[in-house]
């Protein structure tokens, strides 16, 4: 099994900063990407940005593009999400997910692993 835990969320004002973290631990394997989805009251679970193993390729969702950075530490199997500029539509609990083979999408039915999420709330 692998264990996914989310940290950094919390309240914001408009155009505020924060930093997403998401730890891996368990199971030991050799290549995965990492990828960021959120969800708001009463709407769906969308992608918000992924990386590959290497870090090399990214994917970012067109609301956050130039706002969020999505980046990783491999030793320390964690990936963070650095939220600039932040908006009260990035509203909303924060997951991150693991895809076991490296390549990374913006699908969330095709990543393996998921964490419990944190709660990101940006007041007007």
Known sequence: QVQLVESGGGLVQAGGSLRLSCAASGRTFSRYAMGWFRQAPGKEREFV????????????????????????????????????????????????????????????????????GTQVTVSS
């Not at 650095?82 to 009260?88: A, C, D, G, T, Y």
């Not at 693991?98 to 913006?106: A, D, Y």
Request: contains cysteine; positive net charge.
């Open 49 to 116: 940005a992924a990386i590959s193993w290497s870090g090399g390729t990214t994917y970012y969702a067109d609301s956050v593009k130039g706002r969020f950075t999505i980046s990783r530490d491999i030793p320390k199997n964690t990936v963070y999400l650095q939220m600039n500029s932040l908006k009260p539509e990035d509203t909303a609990v924060y997951y991150c997910a693991v895809r076991l083979g490296g390549r990374p999408t913006r699908l969330a039915s095709e990543y393996d692993y998921w964490g419990q």
